[in-house]
């Protein structure tokens, strides 16, 4: 009897697991479900507005300014080194 309770404890612990990897995974939805506006990260004027993540677990997006309230995004100039 008492390997039947645990049993059944353990498999509802492993469907707790798997549910809540399910959940994190699924994209966010707002009414009439279209996603979400993308979030900006920021100090005061400057920030990143995240796209995503890729494979390797990185943050995709672009860097931006905000001009008159309004989120810009950045172009850097002729030159400038990237990785």
């Known amino acids: 009897m008492p390997n039947r309770v645990f049993l059944w404890l353990a498999l509802l612990a492993v469907a707790s697991s798997l549910a809540a ?14 996603p979400e506006p993308p979030r900006v990260l920021s100090g005061v004027d400057i ?3 995240m796209d995503g993540i890729d494979s ?5 997006g672009a860097f931006v300014v ?9 172009r850097p100039r002729a030159g400038f080194p990237t990785r």
């Not at 990897?21 to 699924?26: G, K, M, S, T, Y």
């Not at 390797?56 to 995709?60: E, F, K, L, V």
């Not at 905000?66 to 950045?74: A, S």
């Open 56 to 60: 390797a677990g990185n943050a995709t």
């Open 21 to 34: 990897v399910a959940r994190a995974q699924r994209p966010e939805f707002v009414l009439g479900g279209l």
């Open 66 to 74: 905000r001009i008159d309230n309004r989120w810009v995004e950045v």
């Open 47 to 49: 920030g990143f507005q």
